[in-house]
């Protein structure tokens, strides 16, 4: 029986599937205050029919809806101690009935690690990303040497995890716990649509020296908007190519009335600039391979606050 146990162990095993996760990042949901769905959902089920049928692709909304949990906003533990800032976050926990949290409820932690890639597609609101996905990305701040071990810290003792942190046992816990996989992101904005004038100052400005268009950020290079996002992860350690970092002019000079994910479907630029960013995003995760370890990793975001 040893023998065979050992034949078996070299038997070929058929490759796993790439596991990807996209992300629509808009705050506008149908049953939401606004009443209609954005842009971002429109595009992600646009790229999920233009995915690879034996990749395993998993999605999520993180939109506003009516009775639904909205992401709870990051405490800043690590501005106390590195090693308070518990991986996966334990700030909040699933279920709860008291500080109901989607990125729990949705298990975001888990399904992220579980995945090779992530694919973020959102909306450029005042020159930056949404509250949603900047609220998703505060919170990951631990994926980034965050601790993994709460029970050495009593779950939340302050003091107990500045004396881990000074520790040479530190050294050897802290770690990217997402390390390697890629993130490809896909904004997009109207530019300040019908409210400019020609000169580019918004028309209802009456102190129009106190705003001059050529110090707007970003010098026309409008993906900027998402470079917190895009630097976070290159910070810890989740590659995201220049190639997979979009930027799409949707709705210029329109009011938003007439700016929405129906209107844009007809906009011949950007629905081929989006396709042609699926299409990287499709040939680099191919290219690349399954990342090492992502079970383990996805073991290893499960909740401690049970």
Known sequence: ????????????????????LLVAGSARRLDGCPGLDGKARALMHRMLGRLPAGWQ?????????HGKPKIQGCNGCVGSSMALCVWPCNCYGPDSDHQPDLMWNEKLYQRLARADAWAIIGPVWWYGPTTNLKAMFDRLVCMSGGNPRPDLIDKKSTLKAQALERSPLWRELTKNHLE????????????????????GRPRLVQHKAWFDPDCEPYGGDERKAYQGLVWQCRYSGIEVPDALWRHAAIGLGRPYADDQADD???DSDAVACFDAWVDAFVSHVTTKGPVPG????????????G
């Open 264 to 266: 844009m479907v007809r």
């Open 1 to 20: 029986m040893d023998d065979l146990k050992a034949e078996a162990e070299q038997l070929p095993l058929e490759p796993r599937p790439l596991k990807v």
């Open 294 to 305: 992502t079970t383990e990793a996805e073991r290893g975001a499960q909740s401690t606050t």
């Open 57 to 65: 692709v998993d999605h999520v909304d993180i939109g506003n809806e």
């Open 180 to 199: 390697g996989r890629t993130a490809a992101f896909f904004c997009y904005g109207n530019e300040g649509g019908n409210e400019l004038d020609a000169d």
